[in-house]
């Protein structure tokens, strides 16, 4: 059972609009959540994080909100560019360090 | 710093035989971790480390699967015997516990294993 679900696994958006990564997950004891990326023969890495006191948090052109009586949370970038195009994983902590993972996102950026 | 260091990078075997994954994690770091990654289920934690101690095993697929950290700059993942079913790019992160929650993980570039 997935505690974390990332139900899209492909995303296609044109350079220069807005590209919409979602995530939902089921533990409503999950307080801290995370954004990763990761391109093809490398590991992931980080991109932006968020805490349950928030619903926003802003960096550069990548801003991810939480709604958490929706239990959902989305990552925005804009605009897109095509270094952009990986795979995104979305990421909740579950004790201090642990983190678990969805499937991932593949976004390509058209030009 | 090089980063986490993993190896080999690529391993090919075929089934019944004994894989075994290194890791280095990055000097500093208190905890250790091991991923798995397939397209059905995408990033697994398989185990992690806390100061060389084994926290949370839970993933560990099964007993052919074992994991060991003798020290603070060595750890291993090792596969035996290994089965098709195990092919997948094995993942080692490390992260520095101190002072915070979800701390940043640094990855490896992973280890991709086909049993054939």
């Known amino acids: 059972d997935q505690q974390v679900k990332q139900n899209s696994p492909s995303l296609s958006v044109q350079e220069g609009r807005i590209s919409i990564l979602n995530c939902d997950y089921t533990?409503?004891?999950?307080?801290?959540f995370l954004w990763y990326k990761k391109y093809p023969a490398e590991g992931p890495t980080f991109l932006i994080s968020?805490?349950?006191?928030?619903d926003k948090n802003e960096d550069g052109r990548f801003t991810v909100f939480l709604n958490k009586s929706a239990k959902h949370l989305s990552l925005h970038i804009v605009p897109s560019q095509p270094g952009d195009s990986a795979v995104y994983f979305c990421?909740?902590?579950?004790?201090?360090?642990?983190?678990?993972f969805g499937q991932g996102t593949r976004l390509t950026i058209n030009p | 710093d090089a980063g986490v260091i993993q190896s080999p990078r690529h391993e090919v075997t075929e089934m019944g035989q004994e894989v075994t994954l290194r890791c280095k994690p990055i000097?500093?770091?208190?905890?250790l971790f091991w991923y798995r990654q397939t397209m059905m289920r995408g990033l697994e934690l398989l185990i992690y480390?806390?100061?060389?101690?084994?926290?949370?095993d839970s993933g560990m697929p099964e007993d052919r699967f074992s994991a060991k950290m003798p020290n603070a700059s060595f750890s291993t993942l090792k596969i035996q015997p290994s089965e098709p079913r195990d092919s997948a790019v094995y993942f080692c992160?490390?992260?520095?516990?101190?002072?915070?929650?979800?701390?940043?993980?640094?990855f490896g570039p992973g280890t991709r294993l086909t049993v054939l």
């Open positions: 992160a490390s992260t520095q516990g101190a002072g915070g929650q979800g701390n940043e993980q640094f």
């Open positions: 533990n409503s004891m999950f307080d801290y």
């Open positions: 968020i805490s349950s006191i928030k």
């Open positions: 990421a909740a902590v579950q004790g201090a360090q642990k983190l678990v």
């Open positions: 000097s500093g770091h208190d905890y």
């Open positions: 480390f806390n100061n060389n101690v084994p926290i949370d």
